[in-house]
């Protein structure tokens, strides 16, 4: 079956633009997450659904950042204002739940955003 | 709050020697720990994982983790390694959500 997908691969913007990046999670994973992954460091979380329950979005570095899903299945990470600092590579996860702290993330190849 | 480090940047070893790599954390009671595989230019791939019950765990691609309470680690093991390790790993830790490391790099030389 099909893995956790994003789009696009890379992005090269320039600063001040709006990007969105896509993630298709893997069929009947109800768990989605974002993380920002810079250069050198680890995985950095930004946010996570869990079904119809309220997303958990205490990583969103600033208001530029927000993230929205379609049921149980597309999300889309809109960066506003893009800043220098935002270039990383941004990955999706996605999971059956099974409690949150248990559940095995399948990720996604990631997105490269350069932003100039 | 629970924390995780690992304390190697990078590691170098020969095709075919034994691997350990390090990670340490930081919690009250026992976490959920687990290691992740980055290949380049992919996502990340569950290794193996800690929950309960037999403090050694064997995980895919030939990789075991051991998890010592007393010295709370959960270091990551191969006898024997493939230049396909080449790769970065990850530990994460996992109370109310899951926490990553900053990463360690495998090189392996021929």
């Known amino acids: 079956g099909a893995g956790v997908s994003q789009s696009p691969s890379n992005k090269v913007t320039e600063k001040g633009k709006d990007v969105e990046l896509r993630c298709d999670p893997i069929s009947g994973h109800t768990a989605l997450y974002w993380y920002r992954q810079r250069l050198g460091q680890g995985l950095e979380f930004l946010i996570y659904f869990q079904g119809n329950s309220a997303p958990d979005k205490s990583g969103l570095p600033s208001d530029r950042f927000s993230a929205e899903r379609t049921g149980e299945s597309v999300s889309t990470l809109t960066i506003q204002r893009t800043q220098q600092e935002d270039s990383a590579v941004y990955l999706c996860?996605?999971?059956?739940?099974?409690?949150?702290?248990?559940?095995?993330?399948?990720f996604g190849p990631g997105t490269r955003l350069l932003v100039l | 709050a629970q924390s995780v480090t690992q304390p190697d940047i990078h590691i170098t070893v020969s095709e075919g020697a034994s691997l350990e790599l390090r990670c340490n954390y930081s919690?009250?009671?026992?976490?959920?720990l687990f290691w992740y595989v980055q290949s380049p230019g992919q996502g990340l791939q569950l290794l193996l994982k800690y929950f309960s019950g037999d403090t050694l765990v064997q995980g895919i691609k030939g990789f075991e983790a051991e998890f010592k309470r007393s010295q709370s680690s959960f270091n990551l093991r191969k006898p024997s390694v493939h230049w396909s390790d080449a790769a970065e790993y990850f530990c994460a830790v996992a109370a109310d959500k899951i926490i990553f490391g900053k990463g360690t790099r495998l090189h392996i030389l021929p």
């Open positions: 919690y009250g009671a026992t976490p959920y």
């Open positions: 996860a996605s999971s059956s739940p099974s409690g949150r702290a248990k559940e095995t993330q399948y």
